[in-house]
C-alpha cells in the first residue's frame, strides 16, 4: 500500500474542535480557505472539507489511503485544558468519524497530549479504536516529549507496535509555545523504550533564522533502526535545502517516510528545472503534485511503499489502482 502518513483536518463544531479567531484570520488558513473553497466555520465547513478532502483522495490515483490526524488540545503543566493556547483542536473522535466513513481512503491518526490526566486511558482507547499512529506538536501543543509523563504512552506504543509522528524543527502555520521542544534529540526517551519514531519534516527550518534540527535528526536516523522522518512539507522553499542531504546518502534515503502535510501548498524545488517547475505548478490538486514533485526527485519504490510497512497495514487486495497493490479495501473502523 502506498500511504500519505501526514493529512489534516479541521473541525470548526465544539463536539469535534475548534479553530481560534487568531488562527482563522492569519495568511496562511487564510489561503488555504479560499483555495478550498470554505466559507465559514460551522457544520457546513467541515462537510465541505470532507468532500474536498474525498475528492482529493480519489483523483491522486498514486496513493492508496491518507492518514487523517487528530491534533489534541493544549494541556497546562497541572493537567488542566488551556482552551485560551488553543487554536486547533480536533478530537479523535471526529478523527475515526471520518475514517469510519471512508475506510478504503483514510486511516486514523490519533493524538493524545501527555500531560492530560487521562492520556495513557485516552491512547489505548483510540488504539482499540484503530490508530495506526500517534501524532504530536510539542511546540505547538506546549510539552517536552522528554518529560517522564510521556514514559507511560511510549511504553503503551511500544507494546502495541503503533508509531510515533512528532514534529521535529521549525513550525510557523500555527502558534508556537514552545520552540525549545523541536529538537528530535528529545524523541531518544521514546526510541530507548523500542518505540517505532518519525521525526516529521526531519528537524528542518520552517524559517530563515531558525536552528536547523536536520543533523540532530540525521543522527538518531544512523543510531536507531527504527527512527524514520517523513517528507512532509519539505516541497516548501524554507525546507527543501534538505533534500540535497536525504536524497544523496543511501541511508538517510532508507529513513524516509511519504507525507504531504496536506492541505499545506508544496512548490517544487528549483533543483527540478524551469520546466519540471511549471508543469508542477500547473497540477491543482496539492496532494497529487505533492507526489509529481517527489516521483521527478526520484523516490523509489522502497519509499513509497515504506509508510504501509512501519504502520503494520495489509496489502489491499483490490489491484490496478495506486503504485501497484491498489487501494485500501480496509474496514478496520466499521
Request: glycine fraction near 6%.
Amino acid at each position: 500500500m502506498v500511504i500519505d502518513c501526514h493529512v489534516h483536518v479541521c473541525a470548526f463544531t465544539p463536539e469535534h474542535g475548534k479553530m481560534s479567531q487568531h488562527l482563522l484570520s492569519t495568511l496562511p488558513f487564510r489561503f488555504m480557505r479560499w483555495r478550498l473553497g470554505m466559507r465559514g466555520s460551522d457544520a457546513q465547513t467541515e462537510r465541505d472539507l470532507e468532500a474536498t478532502m474525498v475528492q482529493t483522495i480519489r483523483d491522486t490515483p498514486q496513493i492508496d489511503a491518507v492518514v487523517v490526524l487528530a491534533f489534541d488540545a493544549v494541556y497546562r503543566d497541572d493537567g488542566r485544558f488551556d482552551d485560551a493556547n488553543t487554536h486547533l483542536y480536533v478530537t479523535n473522535d471526529y478523527a475515526i468519524e471520518l475514517c469510519r466513513r471512508h475506510p478504503a481512503s483514510m486511516l486514523f491518526g490519533a493524538s493524545v497530549h501527555p500531560y492530560r490526566p487521562d492520556a495513557l486511558r485516552e491512547l489505548e482507547r483510540s488504539i482499540a479504536a484503530g490508530a495506526v499512529l500517534l501524532k504530536w506538536l510539542p511546540i505547538v501543543q506546549g510539552f517536552n516529549p522528554a518529560d517522564e509523563r510521556c514514559f507511560p504512552l511510549y511504553e503503551a506504543l511500544a507494546h502495541h507496535n503503533v508509531p510515533l509522528l512528532s514534529h521535529t524543527g521549525g513550525e510557523k502555520s500555527l502558534p508556537n509555545l514552545d520552540t525549545s521542544v523541536a529538537d528530535p534529540m528529545l524523541l531518544e526517551p521514546a526510541l530507548k523504550r523500542g518505540v517505532t519514531v518519525i521525526g516529521a519534516h526531519c528537524g528542518t527550518k520552517s524559517a530563515l533564522g531558525e536552528t536547523d534540527f536536520l543533523p540532530q535528526w540525521e543522527q538518531l536516523a544512523r543510531e536507531y533502526e527504527h527512527f524514520y522522518g517523513d517528507t512532509a512539507a519539505l516541497n516548501l522553499p524554507t525546507r527543501c535545502y534538505a533534500y540535497t542531504r536525504l536524497l544523496e546518502d543511501d541511508l538517510l534515503r532508507s529513513k524516509l517516510i511519504h507525507g504531504s502535510d496536506w492541505p499545506i501548498l508544496p512548490l517544487p524545488p528549483l533543483r527540478l528545472g524551469v520546466g519540471r517547475c511549471v508543469a508542477a505548478l500547473a497540477e491543482d490538486n496539492w496532494l497529487k503534485r505533492d507526489v509529481q514533485i517527489k516521483e521527478c526527485l526520484g523516490f523509489d519504490q522502497d519509499y513509497w511503499l515504506r509508510a504501509g510497512k512501519i504502520l503494520a497495514l495489509s496489502p489491499s487486495p483490490l489491484q490496478g489502482e495506486g503504485r501497484g497493490e491498489g487501494r485500501s479495501s480496509r474496514s478496520r473502523y466499521a
